[in-house]
């Protein structure tokens, strides 16, 4: 079955730090590949995706790069900020062309960054 | 942009009692919304997948009788869970289906509703 497994956390930073938050997966065929942001007491928010291998996702500073050779999904920012801080969820989708369908998510890492 | 609601946002209630939980889509109609639940620090679990107008799809080791779905229009969805009991206590998430411009399918989530049962 497919499954996501992302570093365990909390990671804690200090405000301009560089963020790597590793994300591997396990899946049949070409899954669309997501990361959301759950910020205290509210739901998940879509970071950015990637449907295809070797595509890019980014938004708000954040990167991430479908790598099917190393199955990895990994989530970069080159310097983050106190309104960072939240729970990171790394997730596929069996579905080539979005997430629109059951998703799997990863564990979740939390992330605070301190000034 | 999507938006997606529920109702309550939090809730309390006594063991043995059932409690109801309203996820809408505010902008725009979604024939398929999905339920999760997320226990503390951990990911989110896919519950089912609520078709409008028609049964509940439940995932495999989810109880359909006491998680009951009704999705009676296109814009709301209902999780009732009853005979409630404290190992239900979580907090539950909906997310609805809409279709992007770019033709592809999203998810957008609601803020969750945090259900604690005494």
């Known amino acids: 079955g497919n499954s996501v497994t992302q570093m365990e956390g909390p990671v804690t930073l200090s405000e301009e730090a560089f963020l790597t938050i590793n994300c591997t997966y396990t899946?049949?065929?070409?899954?669309?590949l997501f990361w959301y942001v759950q910020y205290p007491g509210e739901g998940l928010q879509l970071l950015l995706k990637?449907?295809?291998?070797?595509d890019k996702g980014s938004n708000k500073g954040f990167e991430a790069t479908y790598r099917k050779e190393t199955t990895s999904f990994h989530l970069e920012k080159g310097s983050v900020q106190v309104s960072d801080s939240a729970v990171y969820f790394c997730?596929?989708?069996?579905?080539?062309?979005?997430?629109?369908?059951?998703?799997?998510f990863g564990t979740g890492t939390q992330l605070k960054v301190e000034l | 942009g999507a938006v997606v609601s529920q109702h309550p946002s939090w809730v309390i209630c006594k063991s043995g009692t059932s409690v109801k939980i309203e996820c809408r889509s505010l902008?725009?109609?979604?024939?398929?919304m999905f339920w999760y639940r997320q226990f503390p620090k951990q990911s989110l679990m896919l519950m089912a997948t609520?078709?409008?107008?028609?049964?509940?799809?439940?995932e495999q080791g989810v109880e359909k009788d006491k998680f009951l779905i009704n999705h009676a229009s296109l814009t709301l969805s209902t999780l009732t869970v009853t005979s409630a009991h404290p190992e239900d206590s979580s907090f539950y998430i909906c997310?609805?289906?809409?279709?992007?411009?770019?033709?592809?399918?999203?998810?957008?989530f609601g803020p969750g509703t945090r259900l604690t049962v005494t």
């Open positions: 997310s609805a289906r809409v279709r992007a411009g770019t033709g592809i399918y999203e998810q957008y």
């Open positions: 899946a049949t065929g070409y899954p669309s």
């Open positions: 990637a449907t295809k291998a070797d």
């Open positions: 997730a596929l989708s069996p579905m080539v062309t979005g997430g629109g369908n059951k998703l799997t």
């Open positions: 902008d725009f109609q979604a024939t398929t």
């Open positions: 609520s078709n409008e107008g028609s049964k509940a799809t439940y």
